[in-house]
């Protein structure tokens, strides 16, 4: 069997002659505007366009240097100094410095900004979920934001965090020129508004359901593009995005179906890549719904799924199913008391719904994802079997789905949906941001159900110094939300990708999105 590796992908690299590079993507950005996204699909294009303040070492979640050359904590990490890198400007021709960073970073945080146009639908719903909350919200990581000098930016805390940088480096957190957010208002990040940051690439246009074009930033200050243009497609289907990969009209595209790898290998002009894994698909349950405020009922349902004949069915080999709300990788976290996988057992589930009073059953909406993502490579019919395993014990389920974009919303908009499916690609390298994501302050509004019991040990987890700490507290978590059955992992993926042979020196994330500067397809006709 063919190899996947990536050590063909890279290999030194000549100098590239002219050509355009042709990325497939699994649909459309929400936004172009840093900080009010929650979707990779958005990160992906927006790593293109903004660096953040801290980066990652390609492939993996190590930090690196970004924006910022260095980061240092005071002596219980309430307090966070980042110096900046000299002499980089946006793409504008601006100045990268001190007051662009605070603006950047108040925009997001304090509501009563004037740039961040709250008043015109914006939410920057990730600032809460990953940092707590925002501007005097007693659940708020940061206290303030301060500019030491020109180069220098400290960013004070109500509470201890070590992983204070790793958020910031996180694909959302990508940093805009402040002189284009203020002409452009709050069309900034729209098709209609241009894209500024510093980064790699260079925003030229964006057509709403085709493609976002760029060009190389020839001024970057890291690595130069190779390739003289960046054509990011939307192309919503993955068997569409691997018959254009075949055809030649794109170069490289994430998040095909398990079930195509051996067509991938049987081609010769194709390249087949695993992603690392880092993710997780699950299913959300709200408990505002009156079925499902009942523990028994969320229970009875974990137990009716069929998790593991699902994975078998539907990745090909490509994922592992466990009880876990965090990747293998982050196993350390888990309790030894959790077991490995919630039990199948259908009699059961049924005599637990007959004991929780429905002996008869009731009819509940399932909403899945219209997007394929790499936790869920075929939402449709991953559904469609966890709808039949729920009709076995006597819940109608009715499937529904949306827009990409509004889907994203309405989870949140009040009543919710019943049960949806959803996930999570980790955004750095600690269980804060699988836990903290979807169980924190306001990661939970989606479901209703927020115990301060867990919302303390995610304070203590973020404080910890050392890993053996944290896997004290973590494991605690993950026992309470076992139990509790809110949020059920169906699946954590090794995402398929795949490229054409030329396409050299691309490094996949594990976090699910990466710039593209470090590709050469000189070798493409």
Known sequence: MKKLVLTALLATLPAATAATLVF????????????????????????????????????????????????????????????????????????????????????????????????????????????????GDATAVIKDIVKVDSMTVRVDLNKPSTVLPDVLAAGYFGIASPAAIKKDGAKYGTPASKAIGTGPFIFQSWTTGDRVTLSPNKSYWGTKTKVDGLIIRSIKDASQRLNEMKAGTIDFANDLTPDSLKSVQADKNLVAVKRPSFNVGFVSMNNTNQYLKNQKVRQAISMAINKKAIVEAFWNGLAV??????????????????????????????????????????????????????????????????????????????????????????????????????????DYGDPDNFYGGYYGENGSSDIGWNPPEIQKLLEQGRGAATQAAKAKIYSQIHQMTYDAAYRVPIAHSQPLAAARTYVKGWIPSPLGSEAFNTIDISGKK
């Open 24 to 135: 497939g993507n699994n649909g459309e950005p929400v936004s172009l505007e840093s900080g009010n996204i929650t979707d990779g699909i958005s990160i992906l294009v927006q790593r293109q366009i903004y660096d953040t303040l801290v980066d990652f070492k390609d492939g993996t979640t190590e930090l690196a240097p970004g924006l910022a050359t260095s980061w240092t904590p005071n002596a219980n990490s309430t307090a966070w100094t980042f110096k900046l890198r000299p002499g980089v400007k946006f793409h504008d021709g601006t100045a990268m410095n001190a007051d662009a960073i605070v603006f950047n970073l108040r925009r997001w945080w304090d509501k009563a900004d004037p740039y961040g146009f709250r008043d015109q639908g914006r939410t920057f719903e990730i600032v809460g979920d990953l940092l707590g909350g925002f501007k």
């Open 321 to 426: 199913s466990n009880a876990s709300f965090v990747p293998p990788v982050l196993a350390w976290a888990n309790s030894s008391k959790v077991p490995a996988d919630y039990k199948f057992d259908p009699a059961a589930a049924k005599k637990m719904l007959a004991d929780a009073g429905y002996p008869k059953g009731f009819a509940i909406d399932l909403w899945y994802m219209p997007v394929s993502r790499p936790y869920f490579p075929n939402p449709k019919p991953i559904a469609e079997a966890m709808a039949a395993d729920l009709s076995a014990i006597g819940i109608k389920v009715n499937l529904k789905t949306e827009d990409w974009a509004k889907y994203l919303q309405d989870r949140n908009a009040s009543p919710g949906f019943d049960m949806y499916m959803i996930g999570w690609t980790g």
